[in-house]
Each structure stands twice: as C-alpha cells, then as structure tokens.
C-alpha cells in the first residue's frame, strides 16, 4: 500500500527487509536464492508484472489477492495455479476463487519467460510471491527483499479452501483467530488486510449489509447510510433469479494506490466487507486501524513485514516438491 512519502514527494519507499527471522532459516529460504542459478530471475518477473499492471491495473489487487489464498491453503506451495484433473477439482474452482481471482496469466507470462532463461530453475510459488512484491511496488512504492527457495506442492483440493480460508462474514475475533493457526498475529491481520485498499468486491458479498439486515435494520448500523445508499444504487436487491453479481471498488477514495486510506474508510464506516468494517468496531483491532490510517509510511513498513512472514507459512524445501515446468498442472 501507498506510504505517505509518495503522497508528499512521489518518492517510493524501498524497504529492504533483512531474512533475520527464525521462520527464515529454518524453512531454509533466503534472500538471493536465484542469484547464480537464474540471475535475471526477479527482473524477468518484474517486468511480466509492470508490462500487465500497465494496461490492467486491477491485476496487481489480484495477485496480491493470489498470494493471500495460496499461502493460507497448504502453505505457500502454489496449489492455487494448479488446474483441476479429472476427479479432482483444484483449489482454482472453489468459490472464493472462481470466478474473481485474477492474474493466472501473469503468472503464466512469467513462468514462460523464465523457462527460456533458465528451465526449471525458478518454482511457481516464488513466481508468485515475487509477483505480489512487485505487485505492491507498483501500486504502492512498496518493496522488500523476498526470501526464496520455495518448491512447488504436487496436490490442490477445492475443498480445503473452506477450511482455511476466512470468508467476508467473519468478525474480528474469528479472524484472528484464523490468521493465528497460519502462525500470523493480530497486527498483522490488521496490516495485511490494508490490502483491501485495491481490488474490488462482487456485490453478493456484502448485500446483506445494505439489505434486510435484520429484523431491526434494514442497513447494518456499522455502515454510514450515506454510504449504503450509494451502494444500493449500484448493487440491486438480490433476488433468486439474479443473472449478474455487480462489482464496486473495495476503496472509493483510491481504487488502484496500495495505501492506507483503507483504515480512513474503516474509521468512516465505509468498510463494505463485514471482515473489514470489524476491524474497526472490535475494541481489540479498533486501536490497530487508528494507527495504520496515521501513519502510512509506518504501516508500508509492517505491510512488508507481515507479507514476508505470510510467505513463510508451510513451504516445501529439499525433497518435499518439485519446480514446475508449467504452473497449471505437476510434472
């Protein structure tokens, strides 16, 4: 997300993050892990990602997005990428994913590239973690250091997205206690939520916030009314016989800046997501939000942090995967 020194100087942040962390060394990651196999390798998907970020800039909240739901399904193994094999749907066609996650051919773009400088070298899920650093860079003038050495998972099941995943209708206590089993604190749920400043939001999940909330409110009361209204004028009442499902900017004041006028919306309750607006009603998290939304170039710094730390969670090293010639299917 946009620290404040873009905002004030255009300058991007560079944060280099230093692999000091336990979590690091033990899953046998390291920053430079491509230097002699495959030097180019950053660059290579770096400029994958800024040639499809510059003519769809909604791509970059996708792969962030991506990361996010492969590192909490399996870990970080790029389970997410693989297609669905005959008598096995893929993690690809639950519907937290299907159809609104994007970048699969960003992704794709990369890989290809990176087969013809240095085949098999480079495995999908650090492809896809580069890719969510240079996403926020982009976005944002957020970058860091990404350790790697990830290999890739051989396995994808629809069904463990549901088990792991949190959905938009979770409250705060549930989702820190969600993001606790990934081994991930409170603050940095609340960090890494900031990156709901970009992306959008399919109407259906969050129309029961602006319509029949309950039997005393027709709009939740966490939500500005204001607010709602502007809402219902582009998402229609659901009805059964729906054949589309809207979307809307997950941030009205800065739709495409990686920033931190997420926790400015929050504080007005313009959340959309009961996920997000929680954040800020919940006594636990609500002093987090005031926080992040003072300081932007302090919560860019956690936002580094905390998406290193995320990208650690359960990777396959040694004999534990494989380097994918092709991120859709396993060797």
């Known amino acids: 997300m946009m620290p404040s020194s873009k905002f004030s100087g255009g300058l991007i942040l560079f944060l280099t993050i230093i692999s000091t962390m336990a979590t690091v060394s033990l899953a046998s990651l390291k920053v430079g892990y491509y230097k002699h196999s495959c ?6 998907i770096r400029k994958q990602v800024n040639i499809a970020l510059a003519r769809n800039p909604g791509l970059g909240a996708g792969i962030i997005r991506m990361h996010f739901h492969d590192c909490f399904v399996r870990g970080c193994d790029a389970s997410v990428l693989l297609d669905s094999t005959p008598g096995r749907r893929s993690e690809k066609e639950h519907p937290a994913n299907n159809p609104s996650l994007r970048g699969f051919e960003v992704i794709d773009a990369a890989k290809a ?3 013809s400088a240095c085949p098999r070298k480079v495995s999908c899920a650090d492809i896809l973690a580069f890719a969510a650093r240079d996403s926020a860079c982009k976005l944002g003038g957020i970058n860091y250091a990404v350790p790697s050495g990830r290999l890739d998972g051989r396995v994808s099941i629809e069904d463990e997205v549901t088990q792991n ?3 938009p209708s979770f409250n705060a206590a549930q989702l820190v206690q969600n993001f606790a089993r990934k081994g991930l604190s409170a603050d940095e749920m609340v960090t890494l939520s900031g990156a709901h400043s970009i992306g959008i939001s399919h109407c259906s999940s969050f129309s029961n916030r602006i319509y029949n909330f309950n ?3 027709p709009i939740d009361p966490s939500m500005d009314p204001k607010f709602a209204r502007e809402l ?5 009442a659901p009805s059964s016989n729906a054949r589309t499902d809207p979307t809307v900017p997950l941030d009205f004041l800065s739709p495409n800046n990686l920033d931190n006028k997420y926790y400015l919306l929050l504080k007005n309750k313009h959340g959309l997501l009961t996920s997000d607006q929680t954040l800020a009603t919940s006594p636990s998290t609500a002093w987090m939000v005031t926080n992040n939304a003072k300081n932007g170039a302090s919560w860019a710094n956690k936002y580094a942090k905390a998406t290193i730390k995320m990208g650690l969670i359960d990777v396959l090293t040694g004999n ?4 994918r010639r092709n991120c859709r299917i396993v060797n």
């Open 39 to 44: 030097p180019s390798a950053e660059a290579i």
């Open 215 to 217: 039997s005393t409110h």
């Open 165 to 167: 995943l949190p959905p």
């Open 320 to 323: 534990q995967g494989e380097i």
């Open 232 to 236: 219902r004028k582009r998402c229609p």
């Open 113 to 115: 590239a990176l087969e």
